[in-house]
C-alpha cells in the first residue's frame, strides 16, 4: 500500500498527540500511587467502559475473528461470545464490590481477602505469574499480529514495527499512569471503530462481494453465515458452542472476562467515582464489547473469503511477506489494503491497526506495584518509579520474545 504525504501527517499527528496526553497527565499521575494507578478514583463510567472496550481493542482480536470466520463461519465466534456470560455477571454482582474494597490494584485484594504470609505470597506469585509470565505472553501475540498488519499495509518489517510502537507506548503509559491511558483509550476507540467501519464498507463494495446483499447470497458463503452452529454435527456444536457456553465461560481465565472480574477490567472498576459508575462502566463495556464493535470485522472476513478464497491466493497478492506468518487470520489486514481507501480512510486504517497495541500495552505496564495493604494509597514515589522501571523491563522482555518466536517460525 502507498501512503501519500496526508496519510502519513495523520499517522504521526495521532502518534503526537499520544506522547502530548501521556507528558500533560505525566505530573498529576506522580502525585502519589492514587493518581498513578487509580487517576484518583475520579473517572466517570462512560471513559471507564470506553477505555475497557479500547483495550480489549486488540491489534490481534480482528485478526482472530478472521481466522475464526474464514475457518468454521461465524458461529465459531461462540468460542469467545460465550464470556458474556461472565461479563454480565461482573456487571451485576461483582462491580459494586471491586469498587467498594478501596483496593490499589486486584493483586492487593489477595490481602484483603485473605491475611498473613500465605496472603502475602498468594499476591506475589501471581503479580509474577501475571504481571510478567502471562502479560509477556499476550504482548507478544498482540506484537506479533502488529508486525503482520505492518507488513501488509505499510511494507514495514518486524523490528520497524516493534521499535516504534514500543518507543510511543512505553513513553506516554510509564509517565501519565492511568489518566493517560484512558484519555488515549477514549481517542483510539472512536479511531478504531471508525476504521473497522470503513474497512468494512470498503469490503462490501468490491466487485467480487457485490454489497451486503451479494455477500449473504453468495453460494460460496453457504454454511459460513449461521449465528448458531449446526446442532445435527454434535461434535462441532459441543466444541464451538455447548463447552463454551456450559464450562468455558466460568473454568477459564480469559483477559478482559476473568470470572469476577480482574486485571484491566478491575483496575477501571476500581478507578470509578462511586459503585454506580463502577457497574455502569462494565455493563457498557460488554454491551460495546460483544453487541457493537465485532460485526465490521466479521463483514471483512466474509468478505475475503470471496476476495482470497485460500492461503495461496493472499501469498500471491502479497509476495514480499514472509510466507511463514501467512495464515487465515492475515486475511483481516490483506482487506484493508485491497480496499484501496481514500487517503484520510487509509490514515485511519493504519491508525486502526496499529494503535490497539498501545491500548494493550498501556494495560500491561500499570501492574501492582507491590506494597502494604495498610498503605496502600499513600504518596508512593518510590513505588511510581518502581513500576515505570518494570514497565520498561517488561517491554524489552516482551519484544524480545515476540522477534524470537518469528525467527523459529522462519
Not at 511494507?155 to 514500543?166: H, P, Y
Not at 462481494?209 to 449465528?227: I, M
Amino acid at each position: 500500500m502507498q501512503l501519500n504525504t496526508s496519510d502519513w501527517l495523520v499517522v504521526i499527528g495521532y502518534c503526537l498527540m499520544v506522547l502530548v496526553v501521556g507528558l500533560y497527565f505525566a505530573r498529576r499521575a506522580g502525585e502519589g500511587t492514587g493518581e498513578f494507578f487509580l487517576a484518583g478514583r475520579k473517572l466517570p463510567w462512560w471513559l471507564l467502559g470506553t477505555s475497557m472496550v479500547a483495550t480489549t481493542f486488540s491489534t490481534d482480536t480482528p485478526n482472530l475473528v478472521t481466522d475464526l470466520v474464514r475457518t468454521g463461519g461465524v458461529s465459531q465466534n461462540w468460542f469467545w461470545w460465550a464470556f458474556l456470560i461472565t461479563g454480565m455477571c461482573t456487571v451485576f454482582f461483582y462491580a459494586k464490590l471491586w469498587r467498594r474494597s478501596g483496593a490499589l490494584t486486584d493483586m492487593s485484594f489477595y490481602e484483603l481477602r485473605y491475611s498473613g504470609k500465605p496472603a502475602a505470597f498468594l499476591r506475589g506469585f501471581r503479580a509474577l505469574y501475571l504481571g510478567v509470565f502471562f502479560n509477556v505472553m499476550i504482548m507478544a501475540t498482540v506484537t506479533l499480529a502488529a508486525i503482520k498488519i505492518g507488513g501488509v499495509l505499510l511494507g514495514v518489517g518486524k523490528f520497524e514495527v516493534v521499535l516504534i510502537a514500543g518507543t510511543i507506548t512505553v513513553l506516554y503509559s510509564a509517565t501519565s499512569g492511568l489518566w493517560g491511558v484512558v484519555v488515549t483509550d477514549l481517542l483510539l476507540f472512536f479511531i478504531a471503530m471508525a476504521g473497522s467501519v470503513a474497512a468494512a464498507y470498503y469490503a462490501l463494495i468490491q466487485p467480487e462481494v457485490g454489497g451486503l446483499a451479494g455477500l449473504v447470497s453468495n453460494p460460496a458463503l453457504e454454511g459460513k453465515l449461521s449465528f448458531l452452529p449446526d446442532f445435527s454435527d454434535w461434535r462441532t456444536a459441543a466444541a464451538v458452542f455447548i463447552v463454551p457456553v456450559a464450562v468455558q465461560w466460568w473454568s477459564t481465565w480469559y483477559p478482559g472476562a476473568e470470572p469476577g472480574g480482574g486485571g484491566y477490567i478491575a483496575q477501571r472498576m476500581l478507578a470509578a467515582k462511586d459503585e454506580k459508575e463502577a457497574m455502569g462502566a462494565t455493563l457498557w463495556f460488554n454491551l460495546a464489547h460483544y453487541a457493537l464493535r465485532p460485526w465490521p470485522w466479521v463483514l471483512v472476513a466474509l468478505a475475503s473469503l470471496l476476495v482470497y478464497p485460500s492461503l495461496e491466493s493472499i501469498q500471491m497478492a502479497f509476495p514480499h511477506l514472509d510466507p511463514s506468518i501467512i495464515k487465515n487470520d492475515l486475511a483481516a489486514g490483506s482487506q484493508h489494503r485491497l480496499v484501496l481507501l481514500p487517503e484520510f480512510l487509509t490514515a485511519i486504517a493504519c491508525v486502526r491497526a496499529f494503535l490497539p497495541l498501545y491500548a494493550q500495552c498501556g494495560h500491561a505496564l500499570h501492574r501492582d506495584p507491590g506494597g502494604s495493604r495498610n498503605n496502600r494509597d499513600a504518596t508512593g514515589e518510590n513505588a511510581i518509579r518502581l513500576a515505570r522501571l518494570r514497565a520498561l523491563d517488561r517491554k524489552y522482555i516482551e519484544y524480545a520474545v515476540d522477534l524470537a518466536s518469528t525467527c523459529i517460525v522462519e
